[in-house]
């Protein structure tokens, strides 16, 4: 594997951008489709966030989860990924597609979703071969490729953790997107792995107790905070007053 680990400073500038389709990108990736509405503006505030936390300790590597599924975990490490390409043009943004069991990042932002991370992690592909820069920009995406029936010994094998590495080494800031926290154990392993994790919940969606349950099986990761999604701002008090602490 040690071959296919190229430096994102050598094989970056040669990925080709025209394997994606920017007519494909979602609407709901509003940094790109709406960026002057109330909800980019939000995943700018998260981002700015997050970077005052950054000035008080590292925070290279940031997972995204949610404790289930369907709860807009993808959409906000899109956004957030995206946001921090468009704060720092001069900055190597990585985002991750570790959610091999529901992928959808090449979904919403229209790239092509094989070979990916699966691939990679198989011996199957080169890192250049399954990394895909978004337009001119310093994003780089890596989707998660094929389906895969152990995603779990996949992702706490020795080579997820050499790609970590890395992807530590090679860009400024890296966004992962893992599989729900419930029901699966890939997000305790890699979020353990993380400098910090984003605990997404569905307002009016998502039970209390499985949003502790959560926090629980997520123990000895470092959990930063949650992120409401779908949420009006007038139930902000809701983790405030809910979320176990």
Do not use: W
Not at 25 to 35: F, Y
């Amino acid at each position: 594997m040690d071959q296919t680990m190229e430096k994102a400073g050598n094989f970056l500038p040669r990925v080709d951008d025209s394997t994606l389709n920017p007519s494909q990108v979602d609407g709901r990736v509003v940094t790109l489709t709406a960026p002057a509405s109330t909800a980019a503006e939000q995943y700018r505030t998260l981002y700015y966030r997050l970077e005052r936390m950054r000035a008080l300790r590292p925070m290279k590597v940031m997972a995204v989860t949610s404790a289930l599924a369907g709860e807009g975990k993808t959409v906000t490490a899109v956004n957030l990924a995206l946001t921090a390409a468009r704060a720092n043009p001069d900055s190597r943004i990585a985002l991750v597609d570790a959610d091999m069991r529901g992928s959808q990042v090449s979904d919403y932002l229209g790239v092509r979703p094989k070979p990916g991370l699966f691939e990679l992690l198989a011996g199957e592909a080169e890192m250049r071969d399954v990394v895909r820069r978004f337009k001119s920009t310093s994003l780089a995406i890596l989707p998660s490729g094929g389906s895969c029936e152990e995603p779990t010994q996949i992702l706490a094998g020795t080579r997820m953790k050499r790609l970590l590495q890395l992807l530590r080494e090679a860009f400024d800031e890296v966004y992962l997107d893992l599989p729900p926290t419930l029901p699966f154990a890939d997000a305790s392993i890699l979020g353990s792995q993380a400098d910090g994790v984003l605990l997404v919940i569905r307002a009016n969606s998502t039970p209390v107790s499985r949003v502790n349950d959560a926090v629980d099986q997520l123990g000895g990761s470092p959990v930063i905070g949650c992120v409401l999604n779908a949420a009006e701002l007038s139930v902000a008090p809701y983790l405030r007053n809910h979320v176990k602490r």
